[in-house]
């Protein structure tokens, strides 16, 4: 009963990154569209679309493929021939005049089946017109209405995203790792303001060894999301903002690490560490919070660009999300206090060779 006291946020810290690991690998994603071809149609012609799809049984059920141009106007396949388990090929009568008076409207690919559920790829094709009547087109598109009875998949499954596809999974430890990191940076700031206020080597050891936790997670951060990227934009890494704003933040903080290791006084160390933590911790803040969102940016999160959403962070993605963040935070702050207690052990021994 005393261990279970003593030790339960360790103990709580490996279940929650186990639940992660288990679930955030074993759940299946939903079905999805991974391509399609040819990507261009014109109005007033017959046109086949090969689709493929992804965790997909079109060989099994029935499916329907829809073409949508906005809130109203749908067009459902004059029929749908399934090849295999993820590959079909849909037919549509493209209708002689769309409801806008564009030359080109991009359609959105919606395929629907009773097992799979809907399936979207947004701006799947674009479709072009000769001539205009626009409100020809909406008569024919608007009597093609169909998607009331879509199929809606209420299994547990991690929803399918375009281009991240399977690589979806690393949000429960790319993002989770540097949400704890800056958590441990925080404590680790705590740490710091408390020896300013009131010098002591405990607190200067707490500090310290936050700090160097946060490090390693930050480095395994760093390289999590380099692979990610090479899965998701073909490259380990890219003059993108954020990026090398991070990369610039991790320098500052190795830096801290170089400091401690260069001043062999430790009331002296102790209190240029502490002051260096603070501005290490707002210099972070600038740099990878604030500058990319200045700009552009590929990163999700900055430039516009969306991220942790309702359309990116569903509620099946969070319960392994947010959970993945304690444990990580829980087991940064174990591995935080043995590091105090090796520090602690490493400085009274080199107090008593003196």
Known sequence: MNFIKTYWWKLLGILLLIYAVIFGLG????????????????????????????????????????????????LKSAFCSPTHQNIMRASFLIPTYLPSADSVVDATLIVDNRKDGYAILPRAISISQDS?????GQELWSSSNGLEDVTIDQSFKFPFRNILHETVRNTFYHVSLWFAM??????????????????????DRKAYAYTAVAIFYGILGLISGSIWAKYTWGTF????????????????YFAYLVLRSSIPDMDRRAKLSSVYSIFAFFALIALVFVIPRLTDSLHPGNGGNPAL?????????????????IGFT???????????????????DAFNER
């Open 182 to 203: 800056f958590i441990l940076l925080i404590v680790s700031l705590y740490y710091a303001v408390g020896y300013l206020r009131k010098p002591s080597a405990e607190l």
């Open 27 to 74: 759940v299946p994603l939903k079905h999805g569209i991974m391509e399609v071809s040819p990507l261009n149609a014109k109005a007033g012609e017959q046109f086949t679309l090969s689709i493929q799809g992804y965790n997909s049984h079109y060989s099994d059920l029935p499916s329907y493929a829809y073409l949508k141009l906005d809130s109203v106007h749908y």
């Open 132 to 136: 205009f009547q626009v409100e020809r």
């Open 330 to 348: 829980l087991l940064g702050a174990w591995i935080a206090q043995l590091k105090f207690r090796v520090s602690r052990i490493e400085e009274n």
């Open 309 to 325: 959403g309702g359309e990116d962070l569903d509620n099946t993605l969070r319960l392994v999300f947010y959970p993945a963040i």
């Open 237 to 252: 890494w890219t003059a993108d903002v954020k990026l090398n704003m991070t990369a610039v933040a991790m320098l500052i």
